[in-house]
């Protein structure tokens, strides 16, 4: 559609010349009147028709259709006011594409002045093979109505045209009025909600949103985020998918380019009112002696056309012919709904209960998406269907749980979207559910003791039910309540944080409401007084790093061994007992211990006391040092060349070589351990298996094959460290980071310049984005779950794409791949 950028190409004298044609036709436009700043306001009312749809046995109001097929019916009343004293004749025509001009048959003629279309309307059939279809709207002439046919008939691509950016504007309309008269509603009703009502219009109508706004006061904000209206329209693919569009050439891409083009200080006009634009160039060139036509946009409100026109109708040659266009003529395009977070989980009971979702604008602006309802069934088979409700200002769909008895179904419950587009019914997306249930609590049991007066502990609360916690409160022996706080950490696990600071051990209550409950759950706990107790230090010889093992351990304010200082760092607990990591600062001295020294400590605690601890300094760590690596592609080619050095293909080889630092000759025990920074997938690489092979006494070459040792899953950054026979083991070091690569094939585009282009190949997934430049300043996103063989893309630089990997997607790589013409 228009509106599009221009894909990238050379610039040179030809664009130069395009260029300033494109200046002098904007110049042309502005000074001629088609386009204005009002151009795109669309503020007067058009003429009433009434007008239902029938498939089959089934009707259904204008509103609701989203497209028509051949042998509808459709019922059209021109519900003018018995004061009307110019009479209207109304045309119905149906088209079949740019190039084959529609038979005589295809227009029928409605005189809306007498009886039977003032009381009963008519009803016409759409023919078969018809792609398009108008209704024009002309003052009574002599010859009007075989006037208007041979004009159709004999330009049929400028009004298969017209009826395009007809529907392209007037769906662009909906979410344009969807959004404004949310913010004003929100403006005088409830002002401190208009921020966040905002976001969520914008996100669901796809709005561009000044965030600028928000820092105006509150009395300036809701001017702000609706000024320069027709700019606010960001391009939609659902709805150009359901618009045709059949642009190409020059003319084209002038137009496009002027859709984001400032002219005398005018703005950026955008893609709707690029529509607009090309409306008004091809209505302005089919303008004869009698007649000119005017473009009428169509916003639908049940049976009611809801005509709204840019400029008045004139009733002196040349008069004025109103053209609306009606849905296209094809296949249902159903709408793309997808849920905000896929992973989030949401309580059935809660109250309101709105389920986000995106990539779907017309779903919350027209009224084509109807009779939603949220299928839910849990594991046993159970299931239930609520209504559903689709709210751009709260970002998703409402849903009416009032039917939903306690304990019909089972906690643990699968939610699906289920509506119609027009005539067709469609499953959306699903989203994970719980039900409200009475249930009982766990702690871990590392956890059970974890109350400890005096400081602030934190407990891990574990049930099916967690995401329909609506309250939590901690109470004392005494009924006091404790101020916890909590969230929700996994969807089965709730974080509850309890200050005990100035607080007695001694029996705590844990209360739990769930939402659609009476009863909340209870869980007796026991608080802990603990006095700190060291049981022992652990520190090799050569590191400035060592940890205290013992309890209380939160008191330690400094710890000193051999005047040297050290800094408490990380306190975890371990098997019931705290563990407090202590590191020497970066800029003290380091501190020359020997293995099976004997050395007293010092540790001071936050009341003042100095606690005395004997310590024997461990054997040192294995320490390696990483020299070189070299990164060997797989056996299968790739047309994708890594953008970094550091990245390793899952079916590569990675060589390295490591020299040992601490022992001074490197043993052949000693093993090299690789894994993920995450601990998902490791490997020992040892001399005695082949993969670690003596250069001399102290360097070691490692070899790596990721895809033998991890599998085809393994992916992420890639880090190495040494592991003497005894166990102990050295510092973790960065590697590699390891990527799995898609198998591409080719790049087919069609002849036309502003249309993308087509990747094949197999496991695009593992793409994240792709772009036609390094800059990534034009992205085609690849959706997380996209199973298919083909991608549409940009097109190439050449015969190069630029791709972003979804292992690595901050390093930027090329495929080269061959360019062949669209099948």
Not at 432 to 448: G, K
């Amino acid at each position: 559609m228009l509106g599009k950028k221009i894909g990238c190409r050379n610039i040179g004298t030809q664009d130069f010349y395009y260029g300033f044609l494109l200046l002098l036709l904007l110049s042309i436009l502005v000074g001629s009147g088609i386009v204005r700043a009002d151009s795109a306001a669309f503020d007067l009312a058009g003429p009433p028709i009434d007008m239902r749809v029938t498939r089959g046995t089934k009707t259904l109001p204008i509103s609701r259709a989203a497209n028509l097929q051949p042998g509808d019916r459709l019922w059209i009343h021109p519900d003018l006011p018995e004061s009307q004293s110019v009479r209207y004749l109304l045309v119905v025509a149906f088209l079949r594409g740019s190039t084959n001009p529609p038979p005589e048959t295809w227009f029928t003629r409605v005189e809306t002045w007498t009886k039977q279309a003032r009381e009963e309307g008519i009803v016409v059939t759409v023919p078969k093979d018809a792609q398009q279809a108008l209704l024009f709207l002309a003052p009574e002439t002599g010859g009007d109505f075989s006037t208007l046919r041979n004009a159709v008939r004999g330009r049929p691509g400028a009004f298969v045209r017209a009826s395009q950016d007809l529907n392209q504007a007037s769906l662009d309309r909906s979410r344009l009025e969807t959004y404004l008269d949310d913010v004003k509603e929100t403006s005088d009703t409830d002002p401190a909600e208009l921020h966040e009502r905002s976001l969520l219009l914008s996100r669901s109508l796809n709005i561009k949103l000044d965030s600028q706004c928000f820092d105006k006061p509150s009395e300036q904000q809701a001017p702000c985020l609706t000024q320069n209206e027709d700019q606010l329209i960001l391009d939609d693919g659902h709805s150009q998918t359901m618009v045709t569009a059949l642009t190409s050439g020059p003319s084209s891409d002038l137009i496009g380019t002027a859709s984001a083009a400032p002219v005398a200080g005018g703005g950026y006009y955008s893609a709707y009112v690029g529509a607009v634009v090309d409306m008004a160039r091809i209505l302005n060139n089919i303008r004869t002696a009698e007649y000119q036509y005017i473009p009428a946009l169509a916003l639908p409100k049940n049976e009611q056309l809801n005509l709204r026109l840019n400029n008045p109708p004139s009733f002196r040659n040349p008069k004025s012919v109103i053209v609306v266009g009606l849905p296209a003529v094809e296949a249902a395009q159903l709408p793309p709904l997808r849920p905000v977070d896929a992973k989030q989980v949401f309580c059935l009971e809660k109250s309101p209960l709105v389920l986000p979702t995106e990539g779907a604008p017309l779903v919350f602006s027209t009224n084509i998406a109807h009779d939603f309802v949220l299928h839910v069934e849990d594991k046993t088979g159970g299931h239930l269907d609520l209504p559903a409700t689709a709210d751009a200002a709260r970002g998703g769909f409402l849903i009416d749980a009032h039917e939903l008895e306690a304990g019909k179904l089972g906690p643990e419950v699968t939610g699906t979207l289920r509506g119609h587009w027009g005539f067709e019914a469609f499953d959306g997306p699903r989203f994970l559910l719980r039900s409200a249930h009475t249930e009982r609590w766990t702690i871990p049991s590392t956890e059970q003791e974890a109350l400890i007066v005096g400081r602030e502990d934190v407990l891990h609360l574990t049930s099916a039910c967690a995401a329909c916690v609506d309250k939590l409160t901690v109470k004392d022996h005494a009924g006091k309540d404790l101020k916890a706080t909590w969230k929700l950490s996994k969807p089965d696990e709730l974080e509850v944080k309890v200050p005990l600071k100035d607080e007695a051990a001694g029996p705590v209550s844990v209360t739990i409401k769930q939402f659609g409950l009476n009863a909340p759950d209870e869980l007796p706990l026991l608080s802990y007084s603990e006095a700190a107790h060291l049981d022992h230090f652990t520190i090799n010889a050569g590191d400035k790093q060592g940890v205290l093992d013992g309890t209380r351990l939160d008191e330690v304010a400094g710890f000193e061994m051999n005047g040297v200082h050290f800094v408490p760092a990380k306190l975890s607990r371990v098997k019931e007992k705290d563990e407090l990591g202590l590191a020497v600062p970066a800029s003290a001295a380091a501190m020359n211990l020997q293995p099976d020294e004997k050395v007293e400590a010092h540790v001071a605690l936050k009341d003042g006391r100095v606690l005395n601890l004997q310590t024997t300094v461990e054997s040192p760590r294995p320490k390696v040092s990483l020299v070189s690596k070299s990164v060997q592609a797989g056996p299968t080619p790739s047309a994708i060349r890594l953008g970094s050095q550091d990245e390793l293909p899952l079916d590569g080889r990675l060589s390295f070589f490591v020299k040992t630092e601490v022992p001074d000759k490197f043993p052949r025990t000693e093993k090299i351990e690789v894994a993920t920074t995450d601990a998902s997938f490791d490997v020992l690489l040892s001399v005695a298996d082949g993969n670690l092979i003596l250069q001399d006494s102290q360097s070691v070459l490692a070899v790596l094959d990721p895809l033998k040792s991890f599998g085809p899953s393994a992916f992420g950054p890639l880090q190495f460290r040494a592991v003497d026979a005894d166990g102990a083991k050295g510092d973790w070091q960065p590697l590699v980071n390891l990527v799995r690569l898609p198998a591409l094939k080719e790049i087919r585009c069609p002849d036309s310049p502003d249309k993308q282009c087509t990747l094949s190949g197999t496991n695009l997934f593992l793409i994240d984005s792709v772009a036609s430049s390094a800059q990534f300043t034009h992205t085609v996103p690849v959706p997380v779950g996209f199973v298919d063989n083909a991608l549409s893309v940009p097109r190439p630089n050449g015969t190069l794409l630029y791709i972003k990997l979804r292992d690595d997607p901050a390093t930027v790589s090329t495929a080269v791949l061959p360019v062949l013409p669209e099948n």
